[in-house]
């Protein structure tokens, strides 16, 4: 003490980077280094005692608080930046872990100081201010008072909740625990109770008793563990539930302050005598291992059991602090402060099982070094003394040995009778059973034991000493077989006794029989080895290493110790390994290894093998001779299921199977050796070789290594069909070789190569191959297909009437879609198919007179009675003849009437036309007068063409027909537009003289009648576009249909058709002059006459 001050410790805290602790002590505030204890500075700002300190959340701040009523905040650099003050002494200062706010407490209020904030804010509370923890998240702040009130306020000074205790609230924090759910505060009150609440105001759990009054808690690390310091004068070390785990210090005073050190295993604490100190904390490992089975401790009350080879963890909440664990078979023992806690598992039969359940419990306090734990005891080792009691606690038997016990393990054994190694550190190593009361030597040496463990067929027993050396001594001789340094614990493999593992200096060793040994990085410990999988403890956390198997294997099989290389395979080995020991041990016919190794990857074919050569050396077995040929083919087929094809064909041709070796290349596709081995065999046929290599080829796609090799054997069919049906690059110009090459008489096979080349479309190719087979036929047919028409038609040429139909008939169809219709009929005919051409003419003239297109449709019956009167020459049927001549006379008669109609159709359809109307109304009367009454044909419309017969009568001064024709319309159907325009012709033309032009009526220029300008159609034989009394039909001119003075005559029968064209050609114009016995020409009227015979026939003419 100085000038009277006291020298107590009321407050410290820490930066959050564990580097500077700052402590209130007296008036002062002592700022030290915190990692080697050196004071940085000392403060004098307050007048009184400095009750509180606190640094912000980043550590460049902090605030402390006295009796003088005063709030000074410091910089990093210890100097004030700010200071404030309240009524009352300042009892606590904290800051908000998420923002820069400062709560100062006091006897009547407490405030919130923000550096955003000019003023602070200050709320009355009813009484003194003890305590104070904001939460983690910084929303709510945390008030313990003198009077047993806690309440808990939002940011802004509002309360929330308030929960009231009975005594003071000398200390409280929050829990950083983020496992849970909910905000958790711990609570120490002097009426010495350690209590939870949730942020709602809801007791966690039931109060525990202290025994003391806390005066300071805080949580350690991310909260597991908690801190408690008060009037007992220690400093304690509890579960996040309060449980005590045990005592860090005893001080000679009260412990005011205690704080964890931020990322670091330090606490600091503070006493009322003034004493500070700084304990570094480390946790021992507490755990048990028994094969595959690993119990440790966690949070120092929870048991984990891990299950190492499927990584399956359970865990065992004690909630209490765990001294001891041990492990054994389905057994699990751990030792509490006042208890030991025995386990069992649920299903003892399930190696995998995880479910551990409460067997007994020994209610004894039972101190001890070691643990370790049977079927039916618990041992325990003190010092030079091991007690053995049963799950009730009652001692059972006890053994006091020469030295102090460093290392016991169970070496498992019969329930009840199992067996303990036990090493001394006098060099002694015993055996002791648990029902025996005389421990057995096991090895005497002279060094200290370390660590120690024995063979799964405790014939060998490793050995780890002080010097750190391993020793492995043989039981049976006591003597030393492997020795090594450098080693800090050893592992015998659970599953087989040759092979050990042992670690240090940050390597692991494997030791295998004995051959050398094998080494690889590892850091930890090695506590365990069981089949391929090894345990190792590295710091606090045990992991599975996987031990690759393949080199120790390697060595047994290149040792031929077949047995000994499928033991080390059953510990855990690629199927790669797998299969190499069955090759091995089947090339040295160790069947039984063999098989069993291919059971063990299911390789049927294999295993199959096996069972082959079992039954051909059991079949063998009588006679010497035979079984060594059997082992040898036996051998040979061996090699060459392994891969060994050379000393396969080798083995076969010394046992003198040269075909065999000859079919097991030709079964690899290696020909070359095939055929080296057929050289030397007379048996076997070249030719066959070369084939079925071809096949091969053929098989993998190389067709024209196959068509070679099938060409090569005299196969040219084959070859070419397989150059066809791949058609590879420059399959034509190999194939065409072949053609080529072969002669005429092959004739199935140039077929073939011409249907490749023509389906190919290779039309040169098909051409020289049908040329060559004088093929005509194929040859058409591929000029066809490809539409060459000239090449076809000089053929069809060449071979007259042959090809005909087969050409002209296509051809013609080809020529009707290129719309070159006249060739189309032409060809039509060449093939003798007018039936054809009559069709495809009937369905032109149908499609234009559906378009429209008359003078076509007029053109196309023209044709089609020219093809009438052609056909008639190809026959002699007179009654056929007469039928085609009607049919003849009806297209012609269409053929006009189509012509005539495209004017009147042009007349009433374009908005101009160029037409006459003399010429329309000629055309307009050929219509009438030569349809008559029947019904028009399709396309021709009566109602247009009385509409222009109407319209030009009207012009020319017909009005007499005129009206007839207005008359006609009216009782039929005509267009819309048309209607108006009728009317008033209808109309207009009542206003005309009931006649007609004189000047428009025919004259019959055979017979002079001047003829009415429409046939009455009274008489059935002058029915048409004839005279009306003589019937002589009138010969229009198809350029304005005008009539023209033309007479139809017919010669005597007597006159030949020449005589008659001589007649014509040699005739006088002159009128009345006399051109030959029997007729002569005159003049009657206005008409020009020729009389033949007599005058008195005169007549006959009328």
Same mark, same amino acid.
């Given at each position: 003490?100085?000038?009277?001050?006291?020298?107590?410790?009321?407050?410290?805290?820490?930066?959050?980077?564990?580097?500077?602790?700052?402590?209130?002590?007296?008036?002062?505030?002592?700022?030290?280094?915190?990692?080697?204890?050196?004071?940085?500075?000392?403060?004098?700002?307050?007048?009184?005692?400095?009750?509180?300190?606190?640094?912000?959340?980043? =550590?460049?701040?902090?605030?402390?608080?006295?009796?003088?009523?005063?709030?000074?905040?410091?910089?990093?650099?210890?100097?004030?930046?700010?200071?404030?003050?309240?009524?009352?002494?300042?009892?606590?200062?904290?800051?908000?872990?998420?923002?820069? $706010?400062?709560?100062?407490?006091?006897?009547?209020?407490?405030?919130?100081?923000?550096?955003?904030?000019?003023?602070?804010?200050?709320?009355?509370?009813?009484?003194?201010?003890?305590?104070?923890?904001?939460?983690?998240?910084?929303?709510?702040?945390?008030?313990?008072?003198?009077?047993?009130?806690?309440?808990?306020?939002?940011?802004?000074?509002?309360?929330?909740?308030?929960?009231?205790?009975?005594?003071?609230?000398?200390?409280?924090?929050?829990?950083?625990?983020?496992?849970?759910?909910?905000?958790?505060?711990?609570?120490?009150?002097?009426?010495?109770?350690?209590?939870?609440?949730?942020?709602?105001?809801?007791?966690?759990?039931?109060?525990?008793?202290?025994?003391?009054?806390?005066?300071?808690?805080?949580?350690?690390?991310?909260?597991?563990?908690?801190?408690?310091?008060?009037?007992?004068?220690?400093?304690?070390?509890?579960?996040?539930?309060?449980?005590?785990?045990?005592?860090?210090?005893?001080?000679?005073?009260?412990?005011?302050?205690?704080?964890?050190?931020?990322?670091?295993?330090?606490?600091?604490?503070?006493?009322?005598?003034?004493?500070?100190?700084?304990?570094?904390?480390?946790?021992?490992?507490?755990?048990?291992?028994?094969?595959?089975?690993?119990?440790?401790?966690?949070?120092?009350?929870?048991?984990?059991?891990?299950?190492?080879?499927?990584?399956?963890?359970?865990?065992?909440?004690?909630?209490?602090?765990?001294?001891?664990?041990?492990?054994?078979?389905?057994?699990?023992?751990?030792?509490?402060?006042?208890?030991?806690?025995?386990?069992?598992?649920?299903?003892?039969?399930?190696?995998?099982?995880?479910?551990?359940?409460?067997?007994?419990?020994?209610?004894?306090?039972?101190?001890?070094?070691?643990?370790?734990?049977?079927?039916?005891?618990?041992?325990?080792?003190?010092?030079?003394?091991?007690?053995?009691?049963?799950?009730?606690?009652?001692?059972? @038997?006890?053994?006091?040995?020469?030295?102090?016990?460093?290392?016991?393990?169970?070496?498992?054994?019969? #329930?009840?009778?199992?067996?303990?190694?036990?090493?001394?550190?006098?060099?002694?190593?015993?055996?002791?059973?648990?029902?025996?009361?005389?421990?057995?030597?096991?090895?005497?040496?002279?060094?200290?034991?370390?660590?120690?463990?024995?063979?799964?067929?405790?014939?060998? +027993?490793?050995?780890?000493?002080?010097?750190?050396?391993?020793?492995?001594?043989?039981?049976?001789?006591?003597?030393?077989?492997?020795?090594?340094?450098?080693?800090?614990?050893?592992?015998?493999?659970?599953?087989?006794?040759?092979?050990?593992?042992?670690?240090?200096?940050?390597?692991?060793?494997?030791?295998?029989?004995?051959?050398?040994?094998?080494?690889?990085?590892?850091?930890?410990?090695?506590?365990?080895?069981?089949?391929?999988?090894?345990?190792?403890?590295?710091?606090?956390?045990?992991?599975?290493?996987?031990?690759?198997?393949?080199?120790?294997?390697?060595?047994?099989?290149?040792?031929?110790?077949?047995?000994?290389?499928?033991?080390?395979?059953?510990?855990?080995?690629?199927?790669?390994?797998?299969?190499?020991?069955?090759?091995?041990? +089947?090339?040295?016919?160790?069947?039984?290894?063999?098989?069993?190794?291919?059971?063990?990857?299911?390789?049927?074919?294999?295993?199959?093998?096996?069972?082959?050569?079992?039954?051909?050396?059991?079949?063998?077995?009588?006679?010497?001779?035979?079984?060594?040929?059997?082992?040898?083919?036996?051998?040979?087929?061996?090699?060459?299921?392994?891969?060994?094809?050379?000393?396969?064909?080798?083995?076969? #041709?010394?046992?003198?199977?040269?075909?065999?070796?000859?079919?097991?290349?030709?079964?690899?596709?290696?020909?070359?050796? #095939?055929?080296?081995?057929?050289?030397?065999?007379?048996?076997?046929?070249?030719?066959?070789?070369?084939?079925?290599?071809?096949?091969?080829?053929?098989?993998?796609?190389?067709?024209?290594?196959?068509?070679?090799?099938?060409?090569?054997?005299?196969?040219?069919?084959?070859?070419?069909?397989?150059?066809?049906?791949?058609?590879?690059? =420059?399959?034509?110009?190999?194939?065409?070789?072949?053609? @080529?090459?072969?002669?005429?008489?092959?004739?199935?096979?140039?077929?073939?190569?011409?249907?490749?080349?023509?389906?190919?479309?290779?039309?040169?190719?098909?051409?020289?191959?049908?040329?060559?087979?004088?093929?005509?036929?194929?040859?058409?047919?591929?000029?066809?297909?490809?539409?060459?028409?000239?090449?076809?038609?000089?053929?069809?040429?060449?071979?007259?009437?042959?090809?005909?139909?087969?050409?002209?008939?296509?051809?013609?169809?080809?020529?009707?879609?290129?719309?070159?219709?006249?060739?189309?009929?032409?060809?039509?005919?060449?093939?003798?198919?007018?039936?054809?051409?009559?069709?495809?003419?009937?369905?032109?003239?149908?499609?234009?007179?559906?378009?429209? @297109?008359?003078?076509?449709?007029?053109?196309?019956?023209?044709?089609?009675?020219?093809?009438?009167?052609?056909?008639?020459? +190809?026959?002699?049927?007179?009654?056929?003849?007469?039928?085609?001549?009607?049919?003849?006379?009806?297209?012609?008669?269409?053929?006009?009437?189509?012509? #005539?109609?495209?004017?009147?159709?042009?007349?009433?359809?374009?908005?101009?036309?160029?037409?006459?109307?003399?010429?329309?109304?000629?055309?307009?009367?050929?219509?009438?007068?030569?349809?008559?009454?029947?019904?028009?044909?399709?396309?021709?419309?009566?109602?247009?063409?009385?509409? $222009?017969?109407?319209?030009?009568?009207?012009?020319?001064?017909?009005?007499?027909?005129?009206?007839?024709?207005?008359?006609?319309?009216?009782?039929?159907?005509?267009?819309?537009?048309?209607?108006?325009?009728?009317?008033?012709?209808?109309?207009?033309?009542?206003?005309?003289?009931?006649?007609?032009?004189?000047?428009?009526?025919?004259?019959?220029?055979?017979?002079?009648?001047?003829?009415?300008?429409?046939?009455?159609?009274?008489?059935?034989?002058?029915?048409?576009?004839?005279? $009306?009394?003589?019937?002589?039909?009138?010969?229009?001119?198809?350029?304005?249909?005008?009539?023209?003075?033309?007479?139809?005559?017919?010669?005597?029968?007597?006159?030949?058709?020449?005589?008659?064209?001589?007649?014509?050609? $040699?005739?006088?114009?002159?009128?009345?002059?006399?051109?030959?016995?029997?007729?002569?020409?005159?003049?009657?009227?206005?008409?020009?006459?020729?009389?033949?015979?007599?005058?008195?026939?005169?007549?006959?003419?009328?």
């Amino acid at each position: 003490p100085k000038d009277g001050e006291k020298s107590s410790i009321n407050d410290l805290a820490f930066n959050p980077a564990g580097t500077q602790m700052v402590v209130a002590v007296g008036s002062r505030v002592l700022l030290y280094n915190a990692s080697d204890g050196d004071l940085l500075m000392s403060l004098r700002p307050h007048k009184d005692t400095v009750y509180c300190v606190a640094f912000d959340r980043e =550590g460049k701040r902090f605030a402390s608080g006295g009796a003088d009523c005063s709030v000074i905040v410091w910089n990093e650099d210890g100097k004030p930046v700010l200071k404030y003050s309240h009524s009352d002494s300042i009892q606590r200062v904290v800051f908000n872990p998420a923002t820069d $706010t400062l709560a100062s407490c006091t006897n009547s209020d407490f405030g919130l100081w923000s550096p955003t904030e000019k003023q602070v804010a200050k709320y009355k509370v009813q009484s003194k201010i003890l305590s104070a923890s904001w939460s983690n998240d910084g929303q709510f702040l945390a008030l313990g008072m003198f009077s047993g009130q806690i309440t808990i306020r939002d940011r802004k000074g509002n309360e929330k909740v308030s929960i009231a205790r009975e005594a003071p609230v000398w200390c409280l924090s929050w829990s950083p625990w983020n496992d849970e759910s909910f905000d958790l505060l711990a609570v120490g009150c002097w009426d010495q109770t350690l209590s939870f609440y949730q942020l709602s105001g809801i007791q966690h759990q039931k109060d525990r008793k202290l025994g003391f009054n806390p005066c300071s808690i805080n949580y350690y690390g991310q909260g597991e563990y908690m801190l408690i310091g008060g009037s007992n004068k220690e400093a304690w070390l509890c579960t996040k539930e309060g449980a005590k785990l045990c005592v860090i210090d005893n001080r000679d005073e009260w412990v005011w302050a205690v704080k964890c050190r931020p990322k670091h295993n330090a606490i600091a604490l503070g006493d009322h005598g003034g004493g500070i100190a700084v304990i570094n904390l480390q946790f021992q490992t507490v755990h048990g291992l028994y094969k595959e089975r690993y119990a440790y401790r966690e949070h120092m009350t929870d048991v984990i059991v891990q299950h190492l080879l499927t990584d399956q963890k359970v865990r065992i909440k004690c909630r209490d602090y765990v001294k001891k664990v041990a492990v054994f078979r389905d057994r699990l023992a751990v030792q509490l402060p006042d208890r030991i806690h025995i386990y069992d598992l649920a299903n003892h039969d399930d190696s995998y099982d995880m479910h551990y359940r409460i067997k007994e419990r020994i209610h004894q306090t039972l101190p001890c070094n070691l643990l370790v734990v049977t079927t039916n005891n618990i041992v325990l080792c003190q010092e030079r003394k091991l007690q053995l009691l049963d799950f009730h606690g009652a001692m059972v @038997r006890e053994w006091i040995l020469a030295s102090v016990i460093r290392y016991i393990k169970v070496d498992g054994g019969k #329930a009840g009778s199992e067996g303990v190694l036990v090493g001394l550190k006098d060099g002694q190593i015993l055996k002791i059973y648990v029902d025996n009361a005389f421990p057995i030597e096991l090895i005497k040496q002279s060094s200290s034991i370390k660590c120690l463990d024995i063979s799964v067929d405790r014939k060998r +027993l490793a050995v780890v000493d002080n010097d750190n050396r391993i020793l492995v001594y043989d039981l049976a001789t006591k003597e030393i077989v492997f020795q090594e340094s450098n080693a800090n614990c050893v592992a015998f493999n659970t599953e087989l006794g040759d092979m050990l593992s042992y670690s240090g200096n940050g390597t692991l060793a494997i030791k295998t029989g004995n051959f050398p040994v094998s080494t690889q990085k590892l850091q930890g410990f090695v506590v365990g080895f069981r089949g391929s999988k090894l345990f190792c403890l590295q710091y606090l956390t045990m992991k599975t290493i996987d031990v690759p198997q393949t080199a120790s294997l390697v060595r047994y099989v290149e040792a031929k110790d077949f047995n000994a290389a499928y033991q080390i395979a059953c510990l855990g080995v690629t199927e790669e390994d797998w299969k190499v020991l069955g090759l091995a041990a +089947l090339k040295a016919l160790e069947l039984e290894v063999a098989r069993k190794a291919f059971v063990r990857i299911r390789d049927m074919k294999f295993i199959e093998l096996v069972n082959s050569i079992e039954a051909r050396l059991t079949a063998a077995n009588g006679d010497e001779q035979d079984l060594e040929k059997a082992k040898g083919l036996c051998q040979a087929e061996i090699c060459a299921w392994s891969g060994d094809y050379q000393e396969a064909a080798k083995a076969y #041709a010394r046992m003198g199977e040269v075909e065999k070796a000859i079919n097991l290349f030709v079964d690899l596709r290696q020909w070359d050796e #095939a055929k080296v081995f057929a050289a030397g065999n007379s048996t076997i046929d070249n030719k066959d070789l070369t084939r079925r290599q071809a096949e091969w080829a053929e098989e993998t796609n190389d067709w024209k290594k196959a068509a070679e090799m099938f060409l090569s054997s005299g196969d040219p069919l084959r070859a070419c069909r397989i150059i066809g049906e791949n058609k590879g690059k =420059g399959w034509q110009e190999t194939m065409i070789d072949v053609v @080529r090459n072969i002669p005429k008489s092959e004739v199935e096979v140039l077929k073939l190569c011409g249907k490749f080349y023509s389906d190919s479309d290779e039309d040169s190719y098909a051409k020289e191959v049908y040329v060559k087979l004088d093929d005509f036929s194929n040859l058409m047919q591929l000029y066809i297909r490809k539409e060459n028409w000239v090449d076809a038609t000089r053929l069809a040429d060449e071979h007259e009437g042959k090809f005909d139909k087969s050409v002209f008939l296509p051809y013609a169809e080809w020529l009707a879609v290129q719309d070159r219709f006249d060739a189309a009929l032409e060809a039509y005919r060449k093939a003798g198919r007018p039936d054809q051409s009559e069709r495809m003419m009937t369905e032109l003239t149908s499609n234009a007179v559906v378009e429209g @297109r008359f003078k076509d449709a007029s053109y196309y019956y023209s044709l089609l009675g020219t093809e009438i009167l052609k056909g008639m020459k +190809l026959t002699k049927d007179l009654k056929k003849n007469e039928k085609h001549l009607k049919q003849y006379e009806e297209y012609v008669k269409r053929a006009d009437w189509y012509y #005539a109609y495209s004017s009147i159709h042009n007349f009433c359809n374009d908005p101009f036309t160029s037409l006459q109307p003399e010429m329309l109304f000629q055309v307009s009367r050929f219509l009438i007068n030569s349809m008559g009454q029947i019904d028009a044909p399709p396309g021709i419309s009566r109602v247009n063409t009385l509409y $222009t017969l109407a319209k030009q009568a009207k012009v020319l001064g017909a009005f007499k027909l005129a009206r007839f024709a207005y008359d006609r319309l009216q009782q039929l159907k005509v267009p819309g537009t048309w209607e108006d325009n009728i009317d008033l012709d209808v109309l207009t033309i009542q206003a005309k003289p009931v006649r007609d032009n004189p000047e428009l009526a025919p004259v019959c220029y055979r017979c002079g009648s001047t003829n009415p300008l429409l046939n009455p159609f009274s008489n059935q034989n002058t029915v048409g576009d004839k005279c $009306t009394n003589c019937g002589h039909p009138f010969i229009r001119s198809y350029v304005n249909f005008d009539i023209l003075p033309l007479v139809e005559f017919f010669p005597n029968p007597d006159i030949s058709d020449e005589e008659a064209l001589e007649i014509i050609r $040699t005739h006088d114009k002159d009128a009345g002059k006399k051109k030959g016995k029997d007729w002569e020409e005159s003049k009657r009227g206005e008409a020009d006459v020729m009389t033949f015979g007599d005058e008195d026939d005169d007549n006959d003419w009328g």
